[in-house]
């Protein structure tokens, strides 16, 4: 059984990619079982496979989660641990051991993963109860959120460049309008990739339609800047106004012409790594990273951060907060005034 955990472009719903492990599948969806939950038997199989396909529907999730759990079955299997045996003292043990190489944040979500799979293998009656139930994580407070973010000299030297690209570039406009989106509506690159050009309200008071995590449909206003840049984008691709084709598309590799199909999460983050790199920003540069920018520059212009969490779609202001660091920019100016 191989130790490597399954990559990104393996489907979200495996958790091992070695032959040696036993497939369960129907419908056409199949999952490769880890061997520790194979070897339990057939209704441990069953019921594992149930929970990644039925259970989770985000996809994202669905992906993290399968790695935390094949990741732990790998090392249960190599102490000689069968699924029946596993101890709260057993997984305590391997979450501390995962100390030494992973955040706090990462260990809180594999201890997650394995309190809710376990959880539902003894719902089904696999287990007699959920040994992760009562293991407890370390706490993690964060106060500040890492996202790196732009200044606006930087913001402004990377719209400038796609500023400068020729009309007929479709891709140079594509993007810039992406990273408006992202910017100046704080919104997340999940539901940017989504947007249909229907989702573009057009108009002098344009909207935007976001189809967010959880189902979510939010409609926000469209910054005059993100209008014009989608205007001219629509226009160099031929999109025609509300159809229900995606706004956002692919394009193959120095084609320079667009696919018809949207792009994924994955190429927009080499987009901006790209064109971040074409005008000497930092490679931390994330696709967040506009959403952090857009939400700091609102708050140092005097913004009201309640009506920030609205436009971000966050259920929490403390999740908002996070991505402001006009706090942390002064706390650095008070910092600097003490001079020997």
């Not at 045996?85 to 979450?95: F, M, N, R």
């Not at 989608?230 to 590799?253: H, K, N, W």
């Amino acid at each position: 059984m191989t130790t490597t955990p399954p990559s990104p472009a393996q489907t979200a719903i495996v958790l091992s990619g070695s032959g040696a492990d036993v497939s369960i599948g129907t419908l056409g969806v199949s999952m490769a079982l880890p061997e520790l939950v194979a070897d339990a038997g057939p209704e441990a199989g069953r019921q594992t496979f149930e929970f990644f396909t039925a259970r989770i529907p985000n996809a994202h999730t669905r992906l993290a989660y399968g790695r935390a759990v094949w990741r732990f079955c790998a090392w249960c299997r190599s102490g000689g641990l069968r699924l029946e045996q596993i101890t709260p003292p057993a997984i305590a043990g391997y979450l501390e051991g995962l100390g030494a190489t992973m955040s706090v944040a990462s260990i809180k979500l594999t201890a997650s993963a394995l309190r809710n799979w376990l959880g539902f293998l003894t719902e089904r009656g696999v287990l007699d109860a959920n040994p992760a139930a009562s293991v407890r994580t370390p706490r993690l407070v964060v106060r500040e959120g890492k996202t790196p973010v732009l200044e606006r000299q930087e913001a402004r030297a990377l719209f400038a460049s796609l500023d400068a690209a020729d009309a007929g570039d479709v891709l140079a406009l594509r993007d810039r309008a992406v990273f408006a989106v992202m910017l100046f509506g704080f919104v997340r690159v999940g539901a940017v990739v989504k947007m249909q050009v229907r989702d573009f309200e057009d108009g002098d008071n344009a909207w935007l339609v976001l189809h967010e995590k959880g189902g979510r449909e939010r409609r926000i206003p469209c910054h005059h800047k993100t209008r014009d840049y989608l205007r001219a984008y629509m226009q160099a691709a031929g999109l025609e106004p509300r159809s229900r084709v995606p706004l956002f598309q692919s394009a193959p590799r120095r084609s320079g012409a667009l696919t018809g199909e949207q792009l994924d999460r994955g190429a927009v983050l080499r987009i901006v790594k790209r064109r971040c790199k074409s005008v000497g920003l930092p490679s931390s540069v994330c696709n967040h990273s506009f959403r952090a920018t857009g939400i700091t520059i609102h708050q140092e212009n005097g913004g009201d951060i309640v009506e920030a969490q609205k436009l971000a779609g966050h259920a929490d202001l403390r999740t908002t907060q996070l991505y402001n660091r006009k706090s942390g920019k002064m706390q650095r100016a008070e910092v600097e005034r003490v001079q020997l």
